[in-house]
């Protein structure tokens, strides 16, 4: 029982972080209707801005609350001017264009981002891309035991406790974004049609950019906690940890914000009890597995609503 109770807590951590990623798909595709394959690449960028802010900082600064505060700021902000240049260079002069043309741009932008930074490149001895070799992510939180039950039956650590804070506080100031406030509210209606939010005075370049960047923010903050947790962070991180978010996104029904997060944390789960009870090489077979069983059973995602459209 302890060690069902352990895979559920490991598991809800996992998935936690694949929820804040998940969003910014969700978000992106409720808005435009596109699948932004270069978002977990961002997520990349993200976790090597961090790297780089915490580092610049020093050990013992990093480390304070401040310290902590910081590095995920810096991070969020950086991501948020990425999300909002790929947004306005890559995607806008396609908005009319046919989707395939953007999907294939999106592939492209994720490449792009991910192999660009496995170029060491230094400019006047400051360097501004980290090469390929993977680096081992500053020690912002150090693990600590939180809670130790029996003979270590059941261990909760601390970076588990504040990832998982993080996140849901994340999420719920999201929720609160999305469904009580202004800007919330011109996002719903340039998702429901933004030709005719257009036509109402809703300024809708503004709104699609400003979902890119709340996106890219949210998968800033996803990386460093990646980051923490795992520590060795390189170049192509982004291309896995994207496509698993973007999994949980369509199971819990893509462009549904609340199922994105259940999909998240339904993946964490499963990922995480097939490592304790079978084989960690099956983890990402068995994350792809579980989306084709959903999609067989339920087309639309958990949450996701049938729509019929007239062609």
């Not at 780089?52 to 050990?59: H, T």
């Not at 009319?96 to 043309?101: D, G, N, V, Y």
């Not at 490149?121 to 070799?133: E, S």
């Given at each position: 029982m302890s060690e069902f109770i352990q895979h559920i807590i490991n598991g809800l951590a996992s998935g936690t972080i694949?929820?804040?990623?998940?969003?910014?798909?969700?978000?992106?595709?409720?808005?435009?209707?596109?699948?932004?394959?270069?978002h977990g690449d961002v997520m990349m960028v993200g976790v090597y801005v961090g790297y780089?802010?915490?580092?610049?900082?020093?050990?013992e600064f990093s480390?304070?609350?401040?310290?902590?505060?910081?590095?995920f700021l810096v991070a969020m902000f950086a991501c948020a001017v990425i999300g909002?240049?790929?947004?306005?260079?890559?995607?806008?002069?396609?908005?009319?264009?046919?989707?395939?043309?953007?999907?294939?741009?999106?592939?492209?932008?994720?490449?792009f981002l991910s192999y660009s930074f496995q170029v060491e490149?230094?400019?006047?001895?400051?360097?501004?891309?980290?090469?390929?070799?993977p680096k081992a992510f500053p020690e912002i939180i150090k693990p600590t035991e939180w809670l130790?039950?029996?003979?270590?039956?059941?261990?909760?650590?601390?970076?588990?406790?504040?990832?998982?804070?993080?996140?849901?506080?994340?999420?719920?100031?999201?929720?609160?974004?999305?469904?009580?406030?202004?800007?919330?509210m011109a996002m719903r209606a340039v998702s429901f049609d933004h030709r005719t939010a257009g036509l109402m005075g809703i300024p809708v370049d503004r709104v699609i950019a400003g979902t890119f960047m709340l996106g890219s923010a949210l998968a800033a903050g996803a990386g460093i906690l990646y980051a923490v947790k795992?520590?060795?962070?390189?170049?192509?991180?982004?291309?896995?940890i994207g496509l698993k978010a973007f999994v949980a996104a369509v199971i819990g029904g893509i462009g549904h914000v609340p199922g994105a997060v259940v999909g998240a944390l339904a993946l964490g789960l499963v990922e995480e009890f097939v490592v304790g009870y079978g084989s960690s090489t099956w983890r990402d077979a068995v994350a792809f597995g579980f989306l084709i069983v959903v999609l067989l059973f339920k087309p639309e995602g958990i949450f996701g609503k049938v729509t019929t459209e007239k062609v």
């Open positions: 694949y929820a804040l990623v998940a969003l910014g798909y969700t978000m992106v595709y409720g808005v435009l209707k596109l699948i932004n394959f270069a780089a802010s915490a580092k610049q900082m020093g050990r480390q304070s609350f401040l310290g902590v505060c910081l590095t909002f240049l790929i947004e306005r260079f890559a995607y806008r002069p396609l908005r009319e264009k046919p989707k395939l043309t953007a999907l294939i741009t999106a592939i492209g932008m994720s490449f490149t230094k400019v006047f001895g400051v360097t501004l891309l980290p090469g390929a070799a130790v039950i029996g003979d270590r039956a059941i261990v909760l650590w601390n970076w588990q406790v504040i990832s998982v804070l993080i996140a849901v506080t994340l999420m719920a100031g999201l929720q609160y974004l999305v469904f009580r406030t202004r800007f919330g795992d520590t060795l962070v390189q170049p192509l991180m982004g291309i896995t």
